[in-house]
């Protein structure tokens, strides 16, 4: 159960759908004032009226943000006028056909799901209220999936579920660099990785304009529920982490269930590679330079 929120605000990238939506909707169901940073008006505006169906009153607002283009990321974090008591990088990219760039000439997937948030993070730092949180999400995928300092980028080969679970590796290892790095200055605030563990679209309830999917594919789908879960309680996690009791920097939140595939949120283990501190310190040292930002910690 979550607390009472009216007093938070919570910054969701990527929220317009899928796990990104459901966290805003549970947010804003318990008082929460949501920033939905969206790469698309029009699907935002479908997400804000699929909430506010549900919530009514809901306090919502809309920025705009690309996390794969570093213009807009900057022109996003310098939208945002409030304190933030917590920043949900949620966004991102899943699998590719080959390998693509972003505006930027990132590998996509690297560059949306890792150092994109980096710079957003960045930027966003000094909004960060006492005690706040700044949350990845993770993936299972990050478990065969360390890191290539050499190949960030994939240009010496790529394979795209390889590649996926690198980016997801990587923003994982950006919170927990990140976390040590509020501790080592004194800073009060948390940072932390979740994920949704196996959450398909077709477990999910409907919601229109937003995840709309055919009855026959549910029917389908049925079976799956053995070892999945809808992205609503997929989002569980990652809410959890951002504004849940009991949740302590460097932490890892999944589903508890079997193989942290479903179930309710509950602590689990990330793989020593992620946790690698000179690992940690290198991506970091990476991706500001790639990006052109600091932590400034």
Same mark, same amino acid.
């Given at each position: 159960?979550?607390?009472?929120?009216?007093?938070?605000? !919570?910054?969701?990238?990527?929220?317009?759908? $899928?796990?990104?939506?459901?966290?805003? #909707?549970?947010?804003?169901?318990?008082?929460?004032?949501?920033?939905?940073?969206?790469?698309?008006?029009?699907?935002? /505006?479908?997400?804000?009226?699929?909430?506010? %169906?549900?919530?009514?009153?809901? =306090?919502?607002?809309?920025?705009?943000?690309?996390?794969?283009?570093?213009?807009?990321?900057?022109?996003?974090?310098?939208? !945002?006028?409030?304190?933030?008591?917590?920043?949900?990088?949620?966004?991102?990219?899943?699998?590719?056909? $080959?390998?693509?760039?972003?505006?930027?000439?990132?590998?996509?997937?690297?560059?949306?799901?890792?150092? $994109?948030?980096?710079?957003?993070?960045?930027?966003?730092?000094?909004?960060?209220?006492?005690?706040?949180?700044?949350?990845?999400?993770?993936?299972?995928?990050?478990?065969?999936?360390?890191?290539?300092?050499?190949?960030?980028?994939?240009?010496?080969?790529?394979?795209?579920?390889?590649?996926?679970?690198?980016?997801?590796?990587?923003?994982?290892?950006?919170? *927990?660099?990140?976390?040590?790095?509020? =501790?080592?200055?004194?800073?009060?605030?948390?940072?932390?990785?979740?994920?949704?563990?196996?959450?398909?679209?077709?477990?999910?309830?409907?919601?229109?304009?937003?995840?709309?999917?055919?009855?026959?594919?549910?029917?389908?789908?049925?079976?799956?529920?053995? *070892?999945?879960?809808?992205?609503?309680?997929?989002?569980?996690?990652?809410?959890?982490?951002?504004?849940?009791?009991?949740?302590?920097?460097? %932490?890892?939140?999944?589903?508890?269930?079997?193989? #942290?595939?479903?179930?309710?949120?509950?602590?689990? =283990?990330?793989?020593?590679?992620?946790?690698? %501190?000179?690992?940690? /310190?290198?991506?970091?040292?990476? /991706?500001?330079?790639?990006?052109?930002?600091?932590?400034?910690?």
């Amino acid at each position: 159960m979550l607390p009472d929120l009216t007093d938070r605000t !919570v910054l969701v990238t990527g929220a317009n759908a $899928g796990l990104g939506y459901w966290a805003t #909707e549970q947010l804003a169901a318990r008082g929460a004032r949501v920033l939905l940073a969206c790469r698309s008006a029009s699907r935002a /505006a479908a997400a804000v009226a699929a909430v506010r %169906e549900r919530v009514p009153g809901a =306090r919502l607002d809309v920025l705009s943000l690309d996390v794969a283009d570093l213009a807009s990321v900057a022109a996003c974090a310098a939208a !945002v006028d409030v304190g933030l008591d917590a920043v949900l990088c949620n966004a991102g990219v899943t699998e590719t056909r $080959g390998r693509q760039t972003t505006a930027d000439g990132f590998e996509l997937m690297m560059g949306g799901n890792a150092l $994109g948030h980096v710079a957003l993070v960045a930027a966003l730092l000094d909004r960060l209220r006492p005690g706040g949180r700044v949350v990845t999400v993770g993936s299972i995928a990050h478990r065969w999936s360390p890191l290539d300092p050499a190949d960030l980028q994939a240009e010496r080969g790529f394979r795209s579920f390889r590649q996926y679970g690198r980016s997801k590796t990587a923003a994982m290892a950006f919170a *927990f660099e990140l976390d040590r790095r509020f =501790r080592a200055v004194g800073r009060d605030a948390l940072a932390l990785a979740a994920h949704p563990g196996f959450a398909l679209d077709s477990s999910t309830p409907q919601r229109s304009g937003v995840n709309e999917v055919a009855v026959p594919l549910r029917v389908v789908a049925q079976p799956a529920r053995a *070892f999945a879960q809808g992205k609503d309680a997929g989002a569980w996690p990652l809410v959890h982490a951002c504004v849940g009791d009991g949740v302590r920097g460097g %932490e890892y939140w999944g589903p508890g269930g079997w193989q #942290e595939m479903t179930g309710r949120p509950a602590p689990s =283990r990330a793989r020593a590679h992620v946790r690698d %501190e000179v690992a940690g /310190a290198r991506f970091v040292a990476a /991706a500001e330079r790639a990006t052109g930002v600091r932590l400034g910690l």
